[in-house]
């Protein structure tokens, strides 16, 4: 059953018996096979096997991040690297939308597109992103083969697919028609295994990049100038904050008090760290 079987059916119900059949089929498999059988006599079969993907001209790159600060790096890559076209990869549907949500949220331009969504909003948001007019396209799988973005510089493994294949289509929307593309992975401490085995298949090891010492502090000031608007407040006396002199308290306050809008303040308690890496 490859979810439209009740729909064949009907379609071959509805033809002659004494008829011609042609059936075509991205892959040949024991699924497929099943329904060769039943729909085709004696057919002669003619298969087109892939040549391996040319991963060369790819520079690879891995970052270990720890599953908290997962959201808040990637924005820091965005913005570091200047990325101004950059294919993200998640591993599901709802993980695509809510990254995209997230990127809108802190002032990065981005559309997510899955199997969930129609047709005319996969076609509208690929069209923006081939044109340039989109910074950022969030996608499952579904766009990993068979998609031809010209000169595309960047994409990024936001989370890992389940097949070393697909890790290789994915990465091979970038390096087409011999231009060089860079490819990016974020990888958590629990996908450090699957990554490895990726690599084996692979035959490409990649070195794991540590961020620890990278300061993420810009992706909250960044958040917070985009929350206000600017460093100035609109309503009341006039008072210019000293962005050089926002601590991190100061600027992970106001973003846990967005809604209100509330001007920072600064708080005698200690915040930690991960919990507000959670919490935006």
Do not use: C
């Not at 294949?165 to 011999?178: C, L, P, S, V």
């Not at 690599?199 to 490409?204: A, D, I, L, T």
Request: no cysteine; aromatic share 6%.
């Amino acid at each position: 059953d490859l979810g439209f079987r009740e729909e064949m059916d009907r379609v071959l119900a509805a033809l002659p018996k004494k008829r011609q059949n042609l059936l075509f089929s991205a892959t040949l498999n024991a699924a497929v096979d099943a329904i060769t059988q039943l729909v085709l006599h004696k057919p002669e079969v003619i298969q087109l096997t892939e040549e391996p993907q040319e991963v060369t001209l790819i520079q690879q790159r891995a970052f270990r991040v720890d599953q908290e600060k997962k959201g808040p790096f990637l924005r820091y890559l965005i913005r570091s690297m200047d990325m101004q076209q950059v294919l993200i990869f998640t591993a599901s549907g709802h993980s695509a939308d809510h990254v995209a949500d997230k990127l809108k949220k802190h002032g990065i331009d981005a559309e997510s597109t899955h199997g969930k969504k129609s047709q005319g909003a996969r076609q509208n948001a690929l069209a923006a992103f081939k044109k340039g007019t989109l910074r950022v396209l969030v996608a499952t799988d579904l766009l990993s083969r068979g998609i031809d973005i010209d000169s595309l510089p960047y994409v990024i493994n936001y989370e890992l697919p389940r097949s070393p294949k697909d890790y290789i289509h994915r990465i091979g929307r970038t390096g087409r028609a011999a231009q060089a593309g860079e490819a990016i992975s974020i990888i958590t401490p629990e996908d450090q295994h699957h990554f490895k085995v990726i690599q084996k298949k692979m035959k490409q090891w990649v070195t794991l990049e540590g961020t620890e010492d990278i300061d993420l502090s810009g992706v909250w000031l960044s958040y917070f100038i985009s929350i206000n608007g600017s460093t100035t407040r609109k309503k009341g006396p006039q008072r210019r904050y000293d962005t050089t002199q926002l601590n991190t308290h100061t600027v992970f306050t106001h973003a846990a008090t967005t809604e209100s809008q509330a001007s920072p303040r600064r708080v005698a308690a200690p915040l930690r760290f991960n919990s507000i890496f959670r919490s935006i």
